[in-house]
T-cell receptor, first 108, second 114 residues
Framework: KNEVEQSPQNLTAQEGEFITINCSYS?????LHWLQQHPGGGIVSLFM???GKKKHGRLIATINIQEKHSSLHITASHPRDSAVYIC??????????FGQGTRLTINP | DAGVTQSPTHLIKTRGQHVTLRCSPI?????VSWYQQVLGQGPQFIFQ???????GRGNFPDRFSARQFPNYSSELNVNALLLGDSALYLC?????????????FGEGSRLTVL
């Protein structure tokens, strides 16, 4: 079993829908990153969380340390949100472990 | 301001050869980390360097090595290439020596081993 599990692996939705991507981890962590990867490979950092909730535009990230679970929500989804979303957990100060990614496709 | 730059963007090697990949961090960033991403999988952590010292190492064989230069740029070297080394190699820079701040990624170097 991977230390970091994301669900779903693939998600297709219509423009405007509310999107939720989940990340569960089995180890103690000091922080969690949500990343966005577009075709071609470039990765953009969306959020870094150690507790609670963060919001940036239409994106919301939450984390529950006790339940070892984080969610990434996208409100009013748009085709430009189509990408692979990756969760990465920080163990200690220097070990970053990544999930396998969730491929999101938003159809117009 | 330039972001994280990596070179080369694409390269093809044959088994047994050696490869050097380069990364220039964002100006002012002192930490560089390297990741391997095999097609269809999430990235895997290879190395982190901060202030020219290795701060972290993932579960990769000794064929993989790296270094950081006084200007904070970095090189990743892979010796005796195997077919399984074919992947996208990503570099990220950050301000501090821990991953508790924002990470800035380059576009990656796509390595194909034939």
């Amino acid at each position: 079993k991977n230390e970091v599990e994301q669900s779903p692996q693939n998600l297709t939705a219509q423009e405007g829908e509310f999107i939720t991507i989940n990340c569960s981890y089995s180890v103690g962590i000091s922080a969690l990153h949500w990343l966005q990867q577009h075709p071609g490979g470039g990765i953009v950092s969306l959020f870094m969380l150690s507790s609670g909730k963060k919001k940036h535009g239409r994106l919301i990230a939450t984390i529950n340390i006790q339940e070892k679970h984080s969610s990434l929500h996208i409100t009013a989804s748009h085709p430009r949100d189509s990408a692979v979303y990756i969760c990465a957990v920080l163990q200690g100060a220097q070990k970053l472990v990544f999930g396998q990614g969730t491929r999101l496709t938003i159809n117009p | 301001d330039a972001g994280v730059t990596q070179s080369p963007t694409h390269l093809i090697k044959t088994r047994g050869q050696h490869v050097t990949l380069r990364c220039s961090p964002i100006s002012g960033h002192k930490s560089v980390s390297w990741y391997q991403q095999v097609l269809g999988q999430g990235p895997q952590f290879i190395f982190q360097y901060y202030e020219k010292e290795e701060r972290g190492r993932g579960n990769f064989p000794d064929r993989f090595s790296a270094r950081q230069f006084p200007n904070y740029s970095s090189e990743l070297n892979v010796n005796a290439l195997l077919l399984g080394d074919s992947a996208l190699y990503l570099c990220a820079s950050s301000l501090g020596g821990q991953f508790t701040g924002e990470l800035f990624f380059g576009e990656g170097s796509r390595l194909t081993v034939l």
